[in-house]
């Protein structure tokens, strides 16, 4: 039954792309949680998320979504994200494994084409998964971004 159950979760939330050894999340499915004055809008292009300054009181706005629990077929994580709207910013992305393990980096977003971000699995256990974060850290000013793809690779 449990592994019944798994199956109807990959099929409903995750939208399996035609590349071999590629897992695409199905961004207008996914449930994110933002965090206090973050807005996450889903589009058909993907999602437009946008972040307050610090002065808001929120230090480390973001949004944050579950992850399949089995990525162990996986080696890497990749965002792929452009400015929306705003300066060249540094987003940050956090990967939670059940065993309280985490692995994150950052990159600066500089443009309005998007752009690969990867996170290598290497830290985290890869058959327990939790969640992903995304966000910014002490934001001078507010920004958007455009996230069109969120996907697990080998």
């Known amino acids: 039954m449990k592994h019944l159950l798994f199956l109807i979760f990959c099929f409903t939330f995750l939208n399996l792309s035609g590349q071999e050894g590629v ?3 199905d961004l207008r499915k996914l449930a994110v949680r933002p965090q206090k004055l ?8 993907g999602l437009t998320v946008k972040f ?6 929120n230090t480390t706005p973001g949004f944050s979504f579950d992850l399949p629990e089995d990525c162990s077929s996986y080696n890497a994580f990749i965002v ?3 400015l929306a709207d705003g300066s ?9 494994d059940k065993e309280n393990k985490r692995t994150f980096q950052g990159f ?3 443009g309005k084409e998007s752009a690969e971000y990867r996170i290598p699995l290497e830290k985290v256990n890869k ?3 939790k969640s992903g974060i995304i966000y910014l850290s ?3 000013e507010e920004s958007a971004f455009t996230i069109s793809e969120i996907k697990l690779s080998r």
């Open 88 to 96: 060249a910013k540094t987003i940050s992305i956090r990967l939670d």
């Open 23 to 25: 897992l695409k999340l």
């Open 38 to 45: 973050v807005t996450v809008e889903k589009q058909n292009g």
């Open 127 to 129: 058959g327990k998964m």
């Open 80 to 82: 792929k994200a452009a």
């Open 108 to 110: 600066k977003v500089t």
């Open 52 to 57: 307050p300054s610090r002065t808001s009181g």
């Open 138 to 140: 002490n934001p001078a």
